[in-house]
């Protein structure tokens, strides 16, 4: 399988999130060895949509030329394209918004009504069958009333094929005192991969593990607070 990483993090390598991900696309190899490509938004050069719809009656081409036409290649080019980026305030960060609004070119003006009445624009590429996955990671201890407006923009920018990994506490990833338990969720984020190259999806109990924070939320919040060494 060909593998799509969009790195949003402005911290390329060393992004929490993308120790996660890393984690997670370790075990989709374990199965069988994939092509994995990696591409850290902040070193491309993305200009902003300037929202002509040119895109959609020429037949998907865009009339900016940057780096977006080498990356909606690989985009097409992909079996699962993984979005791995922190929460930047209850959303994705800016750069990877111009990006995901830069994917324009694929789908034509003509929109079309699901049976739930909701209208989508059909894709002008052979794109119907690649996989969308979301790996979001953030800095508060627990999920609730933090990832609801990320969360519902993938599921409505990709209405089939996806799937979406939350994981709260997530600079634990890249402290060295937390080895302790952030150790045990890599092995369970690789397990997570496996799943899902075999599965093509996680199951619900797969997604609450990966998903849980992993110390109680008082004492991660007393640790970032400095109350607690
Ligand atoms: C500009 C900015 C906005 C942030 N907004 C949120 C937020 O809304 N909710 C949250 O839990 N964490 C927020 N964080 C914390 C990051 O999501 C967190 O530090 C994350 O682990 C960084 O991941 P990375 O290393 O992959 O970039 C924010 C951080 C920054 C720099």
């Not at 109680?216 to 607690?228: H, K, L, V």
Request: with cysteine; hydrophobic share 40%; net charge neutral.
């Amino acid at each position: 399988m060909k593998i799509l990483i969009l790195n949003g993090s402005p911290k390329r390598e060393k992004s929490d999130t993308l120790r996660i991900t890393r984690a997670f696309v370790d075990g989709m190899n374990a199965a069988a060895e994939n092509e994995v490509k990696t591409v850290h938004v902040i070193d491309r050069d993305i200009r902003y949509c300037i929202g002509c719809f040119a895109c959609k009656k020429n037949g998907g081409r865009c009339v900016i030329e940057d780096d977006m036409q080498e990356i909606l290649a690989d985009i097409l080019n992909s079996d699962v394209v993984i979005y791995s980026f922190p929460l930047y305030s209850y959303a994705m960060p800016a750069q990877l918004k111009a990006l995901v609004d830069r994917t324009m070119p694929l789908s034509s003006w003509r929109m079309v009504r699901n049976e739930e009445g909701k209208y989508g624009h059909r894709y002008q590429y052979d794109a119907a069958g690649i996989r969308y996955v979301m790996i979001c990671g953030c800095g508060y201890p627990n999920s609730r009333h933090n990832f609801e407006g990320v969360v519902r923009q993938f599921e409505l920018k990709y209405p089939e094929n996806r799937t979406i990994v939350t994981v709260p506490e997530s600079p634990m990833f890249n402290i060295p005192q937390a080895a302790q338990f952030v150790a045990p969720r890599l092995e369970q984020l690789r397990a997570a991969g496996a799943e899902y190259a075999s599965a093509g999806t996680l199951s619900e109990e797969m997604l609450k593990t990966i998903c849980s924070p992993m110390i109680p939320e008082e004492i991660y919040a007393q640790f970032a607070n400095g109350e607690r060494r």
